[in-house]
């Protein structure tokens, strides 16, 4: 198609081949797609995670940069495209800033074409006795001292 002989032929194949991008394929924006099926999975899971042995146990979690954030995809196959979350959901602690919570996978029918890695955004720190003191103090029953 390209090979034609003259400039002017190149070029008008050049203009059918772009014509035929533009009729036939759209622009999906996935990170739109992922950002909100992450939001719904994170107000669904993160009270999930635990981590024994914490000072808290309510981790922060961060969604790492994607690297295909719009996608072209043939007119009619906008809905081919699937998100999949897996995460593990027990931890040891200390667990360190930039853990590896999880993962997203996009896909598009099954073919994967991103992975992106869900990590935990603050160092979450082990319990120290002082720590286990307090909590042993405030879960007791309040008892009547003996005058």
């Keep these: 198609m390209l090979g034609c002989d003259t400039k002017k032929q190149r070029t ?3 203009i059918k ?9 759209t622009r999906v924006n996935v990170e739109e797609i992922v950002e909100k099926e992450y939001e719904n999975w994170k107000q669904m899971n993160t009270k999930r995670i635990y981590i024994n042995k914490a000072e808290k146990q309510e981790a922060e979690l961060e969604l790492a940069e994607m690297k295909r954030k719009v996608i072209p995809i043939q007119k009619g196959e906008e809905k081919e495209i699937s998100i999949e979350i ?11 800033e930039g853990t590896k919570i999880g993962n ?5 029918k099954e073919e994967i074409v991103e ?3 869900i990590t935990l955004a603050k160092t979450i720190e082990k319990k120290s006795s002082l720590n286990y003191l307090i909590q042993l103090i405030t879960t007791l029953p309040n008892y009547q001292l003996i005058k």
């Design 12 to 14: 008008t194949d050049s």
């Design 17 to 25: 081949l772009i014509e035929n991008a533009f009729e036939n394929y």
């Design 86 to 96: 897996n995460a593990i959901y027990q931890y040891e602690a200390p667990v360190i």
């Design 104 to 108: 997203i996978i996009v896909k598009r």
């Design 115 to 117: 992975t992106i890695d």
